[in-house]
């Protein structure tokens, strides 16, 4: 078993920065697969970026692509999201996942955390 924990979100302007940290309690992560969704209201959940468990590959939405940066401390059982250059589209709920196995990309992850929110105002 595996929670985990958001925190971070807040309401930050466009343009501004904003680091989205995911607390994993309980059985280690380091071997997990690790990733960020995102849900706004009214809209299905998506894929923003995931990361292996040795931290060696990254995969980002062409949506964030180049203004936000996923990385980890297994030591620390902690994941981050570095996010700059926000822009409106980006608020919505922010959630980290993670699981051992299956396709980066797919939503189909067995922990997930609570979510954040993330508000970026024009």
């Known amino acids: 078993q595996v929670q985990l924990v958001e925190s971070g979100g807040g309401l930050v302007q466009a343009g501004g920065s904003l680091r989205l940290s995911c607390a994993a309690s309980g059985r280690t992560f380091t071997t997990y697969t690790m990733a960020w969704f995102r849900q706004a209201p009214g809209k299905e959940r998506e894929f923003v970026t995931a990361i292996s468990w040795s931290g060696s590959n990254t995969w980002y939405a062409d949506s964030v692509k180049g203004r936000v940066t996923i990385s980890r401390d297994n030591l620390k059982n902690t994941m981050y999201l570095q996010m700059n250059s926000l822009r409106p589209e980006d608020t919505a709920l922010y959630y980290c996942?993670?699981?051992?196995?299956?396709?980066?990309?797919?939503?189909?992850?067995?922990?997930w955390g609570q979510g954040t929110q993330v508000t970026v105002s024009s």
């Open positions: 996942a993670a699981k051992s196995e299956g396709a980066y990309y797919s939503p189909d992850y067995r922990y």
